[in-house]
Each structure stands twice: as structure tokens, then as C-alpha cells.
């Protein structure tokens, strides 16, 4: 889920919170693997409609429901987003690193619910405005991307691609 007050707090919350951050601190984001991986970044307005839907049709009961954006775009692009939305473009640092345990591409399929009349409403870009503007409003203290990092790494959640030299 996209939007304002993801917690900016959260050592892994989200690619949004993570890339915002970094930018309202001065910081590089960190983009893991090559930044195609595919993510499917939902608005948070679109999840509270599909679950006021769920709660009021009765065709739901005992159903199970994918709530996605409808599309995928490359964690690259998140990025790029974010940083248009901080008006800091270009300054990006794919990390070559990856997060273990973390999937390549991850879209929803929301066939399912849109059978029942919905369709998410917001943009990848209102999320990214929404949340940028409410973090410049919340003027947060503390910077926890590097000690995220640092963590992550300690725990052995980033991890380095190693080649395999056939040679």
C-alpha cells in the first residue's frame, strides 16, 4: 500500500517510504538488484474502496481477493517518481545488492474484484505526491535509512550477487 503516513519509521516498510526518506535527508536511494524487478504499488484510498466493497457485498463472503493498482512498474520507476516528486531528479544509485528472500516481480491479479465493479482510482504519481507532501509536512527527525541498512545487512537480508567465473 501506497500513500501518506507510511510509517517513516519502519525499518522495512516499503520502497516508497524507503526512497522518500532517503531524499528528504540529502541521501542517494538505494536501489536493490538492477531496479526492473516489477512491484504492483497499490494506493492506500483504493485498498479502504475494495474493503468497504467486501464489507458491504454479499458475493464476497467466504472469498478471497487480490487488491492491486492494476499495472506494474519497474522499482526503478518508483524511484524516479519519488525523486521528480522531491524535485531532486537523477541522483539514483542502483546498489547492485539484492534482499534475500525478496521475489522479482510481484503484480497482483485483480480480475477477481474488478468482476464485482471495482478499478483502483489513483496513480503511482498521486501516491508518490500524496506521501512526499505529507512527509515534508511531518518533518521527521530522525534519519533511519542508514541504520536500515546497516541492520538489513547485519542480519543478512542484503547480500551481494557473487559471479560464477567459468574460467
Same mark, same amino acid.
Request: hydrophobic fraction near 30%; proline fraction near 1%; aromatic fraction near 8%.
Given at each position: 500500500m501506497q500513500g501518506p503516513r507510511q510509517s517513516p519509521y519502519n525499518l522495512y516498510s516499503g520502497a516508497l517510504r524507503a526512497f522518500a526518506l532517503s531524499i528528504y535527508f540529502k541521501r542517494r536511494p538505494?536501489?536493490?538488484?538492477?531496479?526492473?524487478?516489477?512491484?504492483?504499488y497499490v494506493n492506500i484510498e483504493d485498498v479502504v474502496g475494495?474493503?468497504?466493497?467486501?464489507? &458491504?457485498? $454479499?458475493?464476497?463472503? +467466504?472469498?478471497?481477493?487480490?487488491?492491486?493498482?492494476?499495472?506494474g512498474y519497474s522499482v526503478l520507476e518508483l524511484a524516479e517518481a519519488v525523486a521528480g516528486?522531491?524535485?531532486?531528479d537523477g541522483d539514483l544509485k542502483i546498489s547492485g545488492e539484492f534482499r534475500y528472500g525478496d521475489t522479482r516481480h510481484v503484480v497482483s491479479d485483480i480480475n477477481?474484484?474488478?468482476?464485482?465493479?471495482?478499478?483502483?482510482?489513483?496513480?503511482l &504519481?498521486? $501516491?508518490?505526491?500524496? +506521501?512526499?507532501s505529507w512527509l515534508r509536512e511531518e518533518k521527521?527527525?530522525?534519519?533511519?535509512?542508514?541504520?536500515?541498512?546497516?541492520?538489513?545487512k547485519q542480519l543478512g537480508v542484503v547480500r551481494y550477487v557473487q559471479?560464477?567465473?567459468s574460467g
Open positions: 538505494v536501489i536493490y538488484e538492477d531496479g526492473s524487478q516489477l512491484r504492483d475494495a474493503n468497504l466493497l467486501a464489507l &458491504e457485498d $454479499s458475493r464476497t463472503n +467466504y472469498q478471497v481477493y487480490n487488491v492491486g493498482g492494476g499495472k516528486a522531491s524535485g531532486k477477481k474484484l474488478k468482476r464485482l465493479g471495482w478499478e483502483p482510482m489513483n496513480s &504519481e498521486k $501516491s508518490v505526491n500524496d +506521501y512526499v521527521i527527525a530522525k534519519d533511519i535509512t542508514e541504520f536500515a541498512q546497516k541492520k538489513m559471479s560464477h567465473d
